[in-house]
């Protein structure tokens, strides 16, 4: 398997700096599968390319697997020594993982320019053929040259592969396009050598940065990327658009270039902030618990009104509190702002003192992200121990879902989503939960209202002691 990266950009052998990878010399890397090998069939200062060709073992491949899980002969004999894969992306993270990160010591302004790039990919496999491949790098801007290759040459009536010979070609900054690479080369082979879970996502949404979010193919790169696991693809989806959309907040001059999807991601989850904290507002409280508060969303629109005197985050994830902590920058407070926010990790299904003594708790979708058997221990911990005045709950409607056209039929808006109610069936759980501890429940909607499907996000507000029909 062979990839190769040339430009004109003058020196050309400027490349080997970009790379981290002297001309000069062959270099070898072990992986975990074979060996990786750099070297530059031409280098000169008008003209300079580096090859990364692949040696996979592939008995490497099957290597290390539980018993049973190999031993067909698929395992051994397949295409995957001589394509390019997502083993291949893993090479480029290896071996040229400084330059995929933009980072280049010798020449750091070049790595942030966009220099005249061409590259070559012997074989690539296309599921979904050459169309495919032109609709997910056209729009990146590339120049593509694709050849497809006959099964066997010496057998012309075999017909064809489903294999390229590929050409790229494209003005732009090495980082992206070795990001644009790392990324599309598995969604056109749609196969992954390892198992997909939610780091992926997090890959995905790293290495899509800047340009997946309005990508007009992000569905379709999301869900082969995650191996077709919708919910996963949703949630990386939602998380592209939610982090663009924080962009979007701070820069108001780049909102109206947003683009639609974007702004729809935008106006849902910003409706849903602005909707809790209206509640909120209106049941007077000035103390808030957010209950599996995620990156902080919610801290972010309520910290800047004065009214609350005591805003605290949990969440069962210290990666996700890590980013609340950057984005609310509690490192920038005073001691005395800090007093007014904090962050914890905990988890909301065992009993927790730090959870009471506030005016309100939320759980701002959280719920379908426990199991349905382990939601009355939450029910416990927050209706019966914490026990605020008032708790907000908002949870999909699962009836919207059809308005997703990207979302197939049946399928849940996140991996980690449990499950997903109608509206009948949250009515019923709220109700049940207010009325086996003492709280009135009033349920609303959030988000365009579809006429016959409801709202895409239902929402919740018990209020305690209070019946039913009090303001
Ligand atoms: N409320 C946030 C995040 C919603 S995503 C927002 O609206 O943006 C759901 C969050 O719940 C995730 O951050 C997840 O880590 C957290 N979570 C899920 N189960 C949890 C549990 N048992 N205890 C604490 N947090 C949990």
């Not at 759980?363 to 199991?371: M, R």
């Not at 009355?376 to 708790?391: M, S």
Request: hydrophobic residues 40%.
């Amino acid at each position: 398997m062979l990839l190769t990266i040339s430009t004109t950009y003058v020196p050309a052998t400027d490349l080997g700096y970009l790379l981290g990878k002297n001309p000069a010399r062959v270099q070898t890397f072990d992986l975990a599968y074979g060996k990786a090998h750099v070297f530059y069939p031409e280098a000169t200062s008008e003209r300079c390319t580096a090859a990364l060709a692949l040696d996979i073992d592939p008995i490497g491949l099957v290597r290390g697997r539980r018993p049973g899980e190999a031993g067909t002969v698929a395992d051994y004999v397949n295409d995957r020594p001589y394509v390019a894969s997502s083993l291949l992306s893993v090479a480029i993270a290896q071996v040229y993982g400084s330059a995929l990160g933009g980072k280049c010591r010798d020449r750091p302004e070049l790595a942030q320019t966009a220099i005249p790039l061409c590259i070559e990919l012997a074989v690539l496999p296309c599921h979904g053929g050459e169309a495919l491949l032109r609709r997910l790098f056209e729009p990146l801007g590339y120049a593509v040259e694709a050849e497809r290759l006959p099964l066997d040459p010496q057998f012309p009536e075999w017909g064809q592969s489903l294999y390229f010979h590929v050409r790229l070609c494209r003005t732009a900054k090495l980082s992206d396009v070795l990001s644009h690479l790392y990324v599309l080369i598995p969604v056109l082979d749609d196969e992954k050598h390892y198992w997909v879970g939610e780091d992926e996502v997090e890959k995905l949404i790293e290495k899509g940065e800047g340009w997946l979010e309005t990508h007009p193919e992000k569905g379709t790169i999301a869900l082969r990327y995650l191996k077709h696991r919708h919910g996963l693809a949703r949630l990386a989806l939602d998380r592209l658009i939610a982090e663009e959309s924080t962009e979007i907040e701070a820069s108001d001059e780049q909102a109206g270039a947003a683009e639609e999807a974007v702004e729809r991601g935008l106006s849902l989850n910003e409706a849903r902030m602005q909707a809790v904290a209206h509640v909120l507002a209106e049941a007077g409280a000035t103390t808030v618990i957010d209950l599996g508060c995620g990156e902080g969303r919610l801290l972010r629109t309520l910290i800047r009104d004065k009214r609350y005197s005591k805003l605290s985050g949990v969440d069962v994830s210290p990666r996700v509190l890590d980013v609340a902590a950057s984005r609310l920058r509690l490192s920038d407070m005073t001691d005395k702002q800090r007093e007014r926010v904090a962050l914890f990790q905990g988890a909301l299904t065992y009993r927790d003192k730090r959870f009471s003594g506030y005016d309100a708790a939320t759980l701002i979708e959280v719920i379908e992200h426990l199991d349905v058997e382990r939601l009355p221990a939450l029910v416990r911990v927050v209706f019966a121990f914490a026990r605020p005045r008032t708790v907000v709950v908002t949870t999909p409607n699962v009836e919207y879902n059809h308005r997703f056209s990207s979302l197939p039929a049946g399928q849940l808006r996140h991996a980690d989503h449990r499950f997903e109610w109608t509206r009948a069936e949250f009515a019923k759980w709220a109700e049940a939960v207010g009325k086996e501890h003492g709280y009135s429940v009033r349920l609303s909607g959030i988000g365009e209202l579809d006429d016959a499907l409801g709202p895409p996000t239902q929402l919740a507000v018990f209020a305690l002691g209070r019946s039913e029909g009090q303001p």
